[in-house]
């Protein structure tokens, strides 16, 4: 299991290759998540974090998804700084023996990366800047679990 918190862009089909490895894998599923841009006025979005309380609480949802799905392993990407639209901001990638425990514990992971990491995202447009809010979707995308 990885947990790594960074500013650095991240390649991730080279992290995809690295974590794919290993005897008696049958599935590996990946997920990277890019800063998104939806009216075209995004001039940057700010990710803050406390050190140390971020990775603790991603190793503790990871533990707890290795727990619930036969994983082999876990990798969890999430960056914080300055990202511009484009961006990749997080991935996620799982690998088991078999894929319906790969898809479920990444989609587990994402939801909660979405919705529960700790983790301060302000967007800074033309108008001005705002804190982004959690959406009710992604709340009940995690109420599911």
Same mark, same amino acid.
């Given at each position: *299991? ?46 803050? /974090?406390?050190?140390? *309380? ?9 533990? #707890? $998804?290795? +727990?619930? &799905? ?9 960056? /914080? ?11 996620? $990638? ?5 894929? +319906? %425990? +790969? ?6 992971? *994402? ?8 983790? &301060? ?5 033309? %108008?001005?800047?705002?804190?982004? #809010? ?8 995690? +109420?599911? &679990?």
């Amino acid at each position: *299991m990885a947990v790594v918190v960074q500013a650095e862009s991240f390649d991730a089909g080279a992290e995809l290759n690295a974590f794919s490895d290993g005897a008696g894998v049958g599935a590996v599923v990946s997920f990277t998540g890019v800063v998104r841009d939806t009216d075209g006025t995004l001039a940057v979005m700010e990710i803050e /974090h406390y050190p140390g *309380m971020t990775e603790r609480a991603i190793a503790g949802i990871v533990d #707890d $998804a290795m +727990a619930r &799905w036969a994983l082999m392993d876990a990798l969890v990407i999430h960056r /914080h700084g300055t990202l511009l639209a484009g961006d990749p901001i997080m991935m996620v $990638a799982t690998k088991s023996a078999h894929r +319906a %425990d +790969a898809f479920a514990a990444a989609d587990f992971l *994402m939801d909660y990366l979405k919705s529960r990491a700790p983790f &301060w995202k302000k967007e800074t447009t033309a %108008d001005g800047s705002a804190w982004v #809010d959690a959406k009710e979707a992604d709340e009940d995308a995690l +109420a599911r &679990w």
